[in-house]
Each structure stands twice: as structure tokens, then as C-alpha cells.
């Protein structure tokens, strides 16, 4: 026996031993990532896969998602239905086990599954321990079935409940209120993953309802992911008309990619594995990518249109303005993790290489217009990144980026430590002034931006280096950009945008973010951006004074105040430079006092088009985007 460090004996008796569904519960993130609105989905998702499983085997044509008026989901497939003969094991139904037991499943031998979208045998299971309550319906053999959980413990053994119409499974649950943060699932975010599912397996019919708010949408896509990559580059300028198509099978994998070229700046190629969404990407990715570099080399010098003197095309040109979908169903996939956002089996990558070299080769042999599109967009890359490398090498001999000297308008803080440290972006120089009076100058720098940045939508990468209010930028951030990114580099934990309650100031903060999706997206995905939310009016009643940050906080102030037979004033604020510095620190910078929105992205392939509707350079989908949200906009500033 020993001593902990409180002086109490510590013992075997001490260690606790979590059995069977418990430790779903008591560690829930470890399954499904978090318990919030994300998390939530990762439940609706999990039994979703299982049915994509049965499509994918050949089963199933038909899966219909509920949201009920309860919070409750159903998920409905036409597929075989879950076993329901006793498991030689655990001396139960097949179903129970499924539903009870961590890592039992169809899809550990290969005999039931050669395909499907998990390792580790979990979902069911881990949806079951997560729910107030589950019920399954299982149709198979002639027979219904039934069985009901409470908290992942059975209420009684499965039943028989009359004759089968038909085959399938159907799933209702109501996730545990005791669990998640929140009930409420986000109808347009499901909806874009169900879509992604529905391209992924060509001839599956999803129906996706939402009895809370009478929505309702139907996908089937018998284009496949060529569709996908034309709904992706819907709004974008092409090089070339048609996706670019290929498919190989190596019993058992399957690989599929689809490609298409436009006038744009970004790489946006979506990596799954057995439909699942590998955001992290893996070993498809890379043989895709070292695939796509050696082709496009190959065929530029074997027609001249590169010299044999001329340095090879790299990554970085082949991708921009690339939209791509690589799928990859295969048996065993190694996810890591259980949000299985990254693909690990080694032999998919030369799979997925040959596929690619060899078909994508064959097209451009035999498409020679698309072939000379494509490689003259990729050297106009290569030498647009070439200007850029002699801008970038120009404003380091001068005295910016990486030097180490700072911007001289950048009003900088005393403290070292970069996770103490903030970085206000703000519009202009009259409210950058106010911002460096009011601010805390132990940890609070300023950088007044004049006028409206760069469209980087629009803009190519010497371009923008060129732009002076861009360098200083970067330069404060200390991070550089794209592939140079350094993480560890960053000068401030806390970048915030801060903008004039405007027109014009929504449309520099819409151009600064921008920015920030397109070149430094690592900022956001770990947290970093955020955006000041200065008041829109002041409203003072004799003594009382309030800040107020919304239309509904005035609309109850002004409503208190004629309750009370008082005389107010109300001051509208547009700009930052209105206020006073010591206005300004207390109710915009001051910690103890102020509102920050936190930037992130839920879903990045929708985020990308939304960029590319709004600041690229197609005008029809932006003048129908806005003709259908005007009647949303609650404050329109003339």
C-alpha cells in the first residue's frame, strides 16, 4: 500500500474500472469529439453511416432522416436489417449486441461488409450510451422487430411486433439533455453533409425532413462526384467545361476523382474515405497530389510547353485553382481517431497514384484543348509565384516580413508573451487613435488599416504582397503565409477585427476575413480570429447611461424609460472615431466589459463558396444571392 500526496491511503480499491457503456458517458469527446452542437450531429451521422454501409454493399437505394418535433431523429434505411439471431458470444440478440456492446459490429470480419465507414465498430453503440432513450425497428426474414433503450440499458429483451413489409432499419433517438450543451440541430448543416453522402454513392435516393420548422429536401445524384465538382465550382470561372473523370476498382477499393480547373486562387480538394469527410486529408490525398504533379510536368515538357531548361512545375502551381473530389472505398480503413478525420493505410497511396497518373495522362492525350488550358493556368502560376518570391525577397532587403522589423504604424505592446498578447485591426487612422489612447498597452497593439484592403479573391499572390496595408499585416502577425505559415511564429493569440458598425465597415471586415480564410486559415481553426462588437447606440435618461449592442437592447431600454415618464436621448454610432478613447476601452476593448465573436468554420467547402460568390468574380450568383436575402437585413445603412 501507498501514500498519496493528501496523506490517504491509495489502494486497488481506489482504481475505477468503467464498465461497458459507462465510459461512453463519463468520456463522451473521446468518441465523438465534443458534447455541443457538433457533437450532436456526430450522433445523427453514426447511424447514418451505418445505413450509407448497407448502400455501399449493394443493399440499399433509400435512407430517410427526421428531425422530429420533439428533438428526437429517425433515421430509416431499405437495407438488410441488423441481425437479429442470437449472438454466439454474448448470448444475445445480435441487435442488443451491436447496440450495447463497444466494437461489435458487421464490419470487423469482412464477411458482412467489405466496405464501410468505420474502424472501430462504435457507432451504434456509442449513440445508444449518449441517448435519453434509442428505439430499433429491424424488418428482415418475414419479421418485425423491436427494442427499446434507456441510457444504453435494455427496457426488455427484442420482440416480434407482426409481419415485415419489407427489409430495413429504423433508428429513433433523443439525445440525453444530461450530455449536450444543447438539443439543437442545424438543419442547413446536415442537410450539406447528406448532400456530400448522397454524391458519394451514385443512385442513393436520401430524403432528409425536418418536422420542427416544415423543411424538407430530397438528394440523388446520378452524376456522382463529376456533380459534386460542378455544384463546387458553380459560382467560379472554368478552364476547362467538364470534370475530368476517373474510376479504378482493385477488389475490394474503389477509387473515384473528379477534377475541374478555374480562374480562381485556391486549392479546394475534398478528401473521403468510405464517405467519410478525411478533412485532415491522408494517404488518398498524397497519391492524388504526387500523381497530378508528375503528369501535368510530364505532359508540359513532352509538348514543349516547357522548356527542358525550365524549372519543373511544383505543387503549389498544379493546385491553384483546383477543385477536386477524391473518394476511396476500401476494407480495414486506419482512421485516426474516432471523428476519423485523417486516413492512414499506406497502400492506398500508390493505389491511388497509379489510378490517377494513368487516366489522368490518357485524358489529356486525348483532350489536348483542356490538356493546354490546364498547363497554361499552371505556368501562369509558377510565374506569378516567381514574382511573388522576388516581391516577397524586394520588401525583406527593405526591411519587412521576416526581418523582424515592425510596420512603423503598428502601435505595439510591452508584454513578450504571445498568449497574453491581442492585436486590434482597426479601420482607419481617427479610430486607430482612439484605439491607442484607450487601449492597455501592456498587452493591446494597434494596427490602423487605411481604407479598404485587397480583394485577395481577386488578386494574385505578387499582387497582393505588393499591397501595402497587406505586408504590414503579415509582418505584425510575425506568421508569414500559405505554405512559409509558421504557427509558433505568431505574435498575438488574439486577433481581432474592428470595423466601423457600417456598410463600409462590414465590407473591410468582409475583406479581412477573406484574407484570413484564404491565407491563414490555421488563425482560425486554432482560434485566433475574432471580431469587436462595438455598440450601435448610446441612450441616456438624465444620470443613466447605457451602451447598447443591438436594436432589441435599445427597443427595451426606450421601452423601460416611456414606462417611466422619462425624457431620453439616443445616439446612433457608425463609427468607431465617434467615441472617445476612454469610450472606447470600456465598451469595446476592456475585457471585463466587452463582447468578442469568435471566427470558425463548420464547414468548409460551404464557407469556399460563399467567398467565391461574394468576392469573386462572377456578378450573377451575387446580385441572386442578394436579391434573396434582402428582406433579412435588419440595419441597411444609406
Not at 516567381?386 to 505592446?413: F, H, V, Y
Not at 466589459?593 to 468576392?615: E, N, P, Y
Amino acid at each position: 500500500m501507498s501514500i498519496n500526496e493528501n496523506g490517504n491511503a491509495y489502494s486497488a480499491a481506489d482504481i475505477q474500472v468503467l464498465e461497458g457503456l459507462e465510459a461512453v458517458r463519463k468520456r463522451p469527446g473521446m468518441y465523438i469529439g465534443s458534447t455541443d452542437q457538433r457533437g450532436l450531429h456526430h450522433l445523427v451521422y453514426e447511424i447514418v453511416y451505418n445505413s450509407v454501409d448497407e448502400a455501399m454493399a449493394g443493399f440499399c437505394d433509400h435512407i430517410t432522416i427526421t428531425i422530429n418535433e420533439a428533438s428526437s431523429v429517425t433515421i430509416e434505411d431499405n437495407g438488410r436489417g441488423i441481425p437479429v439471431d442470437t449472438h454466439p458470444t454474448t448470448g444475445v440478440s445480435a441487435l442488443q449486441t451491436v447496440m450495447t456492446v463497444l466494437h461489435a459490429g458487421g464490419k470487423f470480419g469482412g464477411k458482412a461488409y467489405q466496405v464501410s465507414g468505420g474502424l472501430h465498430g462504435v457507432g451504434a453503440s456509442v449513440v445508444n450510451a449518449l441517448a435519453e432513450y434509442i428505439e430499433v425497428t429491424v424488418q428482415r426474414d418475414g419479421q418485425k422487430w423491436h427494442q427499446e433503450y434507456r441510457r444504453g440499458t435494455p427496457l426488455g429483451p427484442l420482440a416480434s411486433i407482426g409481419q415485415a413489409t419489407g427489409t430495413g432499419t429504423t433508428t429513433t433517438f433523443l439525445a440525453d439533455s444530461q450530455i449536450f450543451t444543447e438539443l439543437n440541430y442545424d438543419f442547413d448543416a446536415l442537410a450539406e453533409r447528406l448532400r456530400e453522402v448522397a454524391y458519394l454513392n451514385r443512385g442513393l435516393e436520401i430524403e432528409f425532413n425536418d418536422r420542427r420548422h416544415d423543411r424538407e429536401l430530397s438528394f440523388y445524384f446520378e452524376g456522382g462526384i463529376t456533380g459534386f465538382v460542378r455544384r463546387l465550382n458553380r459560382n467560379k470561372t472554368l478552364r476547362h467545361s467538364t470534370p475530368i473523370y476517373i474510376k479504378k476498382q482493385l477488389d475490394p477499393t474503389v477509387v473515384e476523382v473528379a477534377l475541374q480547373y478555374n480562374d480562381g486562387y485556391s486549392d479546394n480538394t475534398l478528401a473521403f474515405a468510405n464517405c467519410v469527410n478525411t478533412i485532415d486529408g491522408g494517404t488518398h490525398l498524397t497519391g492524388f497530389r504526387s500523381a497530378l504533379t508528375r503528369v501535368l510536368n510530364d505532359y508540359a515538357h513532352k509538348n514543349k510547353m516547357l522548356k527542358d531548361d525550365e524549372p519543373n512545375l511544383v505543387g503549389d502551381d498544379v493546385r491553384e485553382g483546383l477543385t477536386a473530389v477524391i473518394s476511396v472505398k476500401l476494407s480495414d480503413p486506419q482512421f485516426e481517431g474516432q471523428t476519423k478525420s485523417k486516413l492512414g493505410n499506406i497502400e492506398i497511396k500508390s493505389i491511388v497514384e497509379t489510378a490517377v497518373g494513368d487516366d489522368l495522362a490518357l485524358y489529356l492525350e486525348e483532350h489536348p484543348d483542356d490538356a493546354k488550358r490546364i498547363i497554361e493556368k499552371c505556368i501562369t502560376v509558377s510565374k506569378a509565384r516567381e514574382a511573388a518570391r522576388r516581391a516577397r525577397d524586394l520588401i525583406i532587403r527593405k526591411g519587412s516580413l521576416d526581418t523582424g522589423t515592425l510596420p512603423g504604424k503598428l502601435a505595439d505592446c510591452s508584454e513578450k508573451d504571445p498568449s497574453l498578447c491581442e492585436l486590434y485591426l482597426v479601420e482607419g487612422d481617427s479610430a486607430g487613435g482612439s484605439a491607442k489612447q484607450g487601449r492597455n498597452r501592456r498587452f493591446q497593439a494597434i494596427l490602423p488599416l487605411r481604407g479598404k484592403i485587397l480583394n485577395v479573391e481577386k488578386a494574385s499572390p505578387d499582387k497582393m504582397l505588393s499591397h501595402e496595408e497587406i505586408r504590414a499585416l503579415i509582418t505584425a502577425l510575425g506568421t508569414s503565409i500559405d505554405t512559409e505559415f509558421t504557427l509558433d511564429k505568431l505574435r498575438y493569440h488574439r486577433i481581432i477585427l474592428m470595423t466601423d458598425a457600417d456598410v463600409d465597415g462590414a465590407h473591410i471586415r468582409t475583406l479581412l476575413l477573406t484574407f484570413f480564410f484564404r491565407h491563414l486559415p490555421e488563425l482560425i481553426n486554432h482560434g485566433h480570429l475574432f471580431i469587436a462588437q462595438p455598440p450601435l447606440y448610446r441612450v441616456r435618461a438624465g444620470k443613466d447611461e447605457r451602451w447598447l449592442y443591438s436594436d432589441q437592447e435599445k427597443d427595451e431600454s426606450l421601452t423601460e424609460f416611456k414606462r417611466g415618464n422619462r425624457k431620453y436621448d439616443v445616439q446612433r454610432y457608425k463609427g468607431l472615431g465617434e467615441m472617445s478613447a476612454e469610450q472606447l476601452w470600456e465598451t469595446t476593448m476592456n475585457p471585463t466589459s466587452r463582447t468578442l465573436l469568435q471566427v470558425s468554420v463548420d464547414d468548409t467547402t460551404k464557407a469556399d463558396g460563399i467567398f467565391s460568390m461574394l468576392m469573386g468574380d462572377e456578378v450573377a450568383p451575387r446580385k441572386t444571392y442578394i436579391q434573396a436575402h434582402a428582406t433579412s437585413v435588419k440595419n441597411l445603412d444609406i
